[in-house]
Every structure is written in C-alpha cells, then in structure tokens.
C-alpha cells in the first residue's frame, strides 16, 4: 500500500522528530524520503507499493467553541501517520481526550467528525401545516369531534390518521374540550347594558329569586355504568319515571323563604305568576 501527502505538510516537519514520534511498528514501515522541490499537485511517497491513495481530509468547518480547522487537519495527518496520542497532543497544544476523540471518530467511521444521523422512529404523518389546518378549522368550528376532524383530514388535506393521533395532537397543543357557550344571534348589548344599569339601582339585600323544578323516579337514575370494552352497559328495571312533583322556591342570598310551594304535577305558567 503506497500512502501520499501533499509537499506543503513537509516543509514545516522537523525529520528527527517526525520520525522518533512514531511508533515502534511505524518506525520501520514510515521513512521521509527527500525529494526535490516539486508543484505542490505532486505528492512525496512514504512507501512503495503499486497503488496510491490520497489521504488528505476534506475541509473542516471552524466553530467558535472549537479548534480551527487548520489545526484538525493537522491533527488528522498526525494520526494518519502512525503518531502517538501523547505527541500529537504536545504538539498541537491540546489535551490527550481531544487526541483520543479524534483517533475514535477515525476508527469507527473513517472521518474526525461523527456521521450526522437523522432522528431514529416513524416520522410523522400530519405535517406543520396539517396541524395548523385543524386548529383554523376549530376555530370556525370548535364543536366537531375527533372522528368528524379525522374524517375533515382525509377528505381535505388527503392525510389518514386515527382517532388517537388526533387526541394525541390535541394535548400537545394544549387544547382541550369544554363546555361550549352558545351565544344567541338575537341577542342585543343595548338591552343587555339597560338592564345592567337598573339592576344596579337595587340592593343585593333586595333580591328574591325564584325558581322551579321537578322531581319523579327519572331523577335519582344513574346514568353510567361499568361494562367490559365493546359491550354495552344494560340493566332491566322499570323504566316509568312514576309520580312527577314540581318544587317553586324563593331565594335570597340568606336562603330560601318559608314560601317554598310544592305542588303534584308541573307548574303551568298562571300558577307560577300566582
């Protein structure tokens, strides 16, 4: 095998101590041979062989928290030819674990640098603006389920996810789902300030409250129940809701008033006015 460097390495080795710095294997397989001055294009062979590689590292970004590129090239060549780590360091004025790095990261993969890898794992099926497309759509929309987005996905944006990738989403973004407010069309602030402004004219000692409700066999039935997953929750009972009572009361905010009318049936809109 038939290792070449370029001159321009040469001009700038101390021989003797090019030389004593390798290793005892290296010492009898590496000799500087003195050759005269040549285009640099050309290259000085250290063995003889009958093939020939280059092995002059590829330029090397400089960061500021790093070595300059220069002096990683330097320490590549160096490695390349057989120094130990210990002079390697002493001479590049670096530290033993930064030789030893190098050395690894040469070893392993052929180069100073590490390989970048991409993330490992199944990317992900909804992109950037698949996701910024639901939440316009909420926007406009917020009472949809999450089936009904699965579904407005695959029919609008040609993207087939399931159900729980769409919860999944929805946490991440901090979005959950609430108690929606319906606020009528019909409704009008004028009205809405006028009435503000004559109920601050009373007192809260001054309110009395009234309010109905009623009451038969419907009202104490439970309405979830534990069931194995895929099987719907049943009972048999009697599903008459029975004798109805309505209840109108009067409150304040001390409590209800002893007029407290309860009454068999429901309460029709005179009897209430009574």
């Not at 590496?30 to 005269?36: K, N």
């Not at 579904?151 to 989403?169: A, F, H, K, N, Q």
């Not at 069931?227 to 304040?252: L, V």
């Not at 007029?259 to 809109?269: E, F, P, Q, V």
Request: aromatic share 10%; proline share 4%; charged share 30%.
């Amino acid at each position: 095998m038939f290792e070449t460097l370029g001159t321009d390495f040469f001009k700038n080795v101390d021989t003797p101590k090019f030389v004593s710095n390798l290793g005892n294997s290296n010492r009898a397989i590496y000799q500087v041979m003195e050759l005269p001055n040549r285009p640099t294009t050309e290259n000085i062979a250290l063995e003889a062989g009958q093939q020939t590689r280059q092995l002059i590292p590829r330029p090397l970004s400089n960061k500021s928290n790093a070595l300059s590129g220069d002096k990683i090239s330097q320490i590549g060549r160096y490695l390349r030819l057989g120094w130990k780590c210990e002079a390697i360091a002493s001479a590049c004025n670096v530290s033993r674990a930064t030789i030893f790095r190098y050395q690894s990261n040469l070893l392993r993969y052929g180069s100073l640098r590490k390989p970048a890898y991409r993330s490992l794992g199944r990317a992900r099926k909804l992109s950037q603006a698949d996701e910024d497309a639901v939440f316009e759509y909420l926007l406009h929309e917020s009472w949809r389920q999450q089936d009904e987005v699965r579904s407005w996905l695959y029919y609008e944006r040609g993207v087939d996810v399931s159900v729980p990738t769409i919860s999944r989403l929805f946490k991440r973004r901090k979005w959950s789902r609430k108690q929606l407010k319906r606020i009528s069309l019909n409704r009008s602030e004028p009205l809405r300030r006028a009435y503000l402004d004559d109920i601050r004219q009373f007192a809260a000692d001054d309110l009395v409250f009234l309010d109905k409700s009623i009451f038969n066999e419907k009202t104490g039935w439970r309405r979830h129940a534990y069931a194995p997953i895929g099987d719907d929750a049943e009972i048999d009972a009697d599903i008459n809701r029975g004798k109805t009572w309505s209840i109108c009361a009067a409150m304040t905010l001390e409590g209800y008033l002893p007029c407290t009318s309860i009454k068999d049936g429901y309460y029709s809109t005179g009897d209430f006015a009574d």
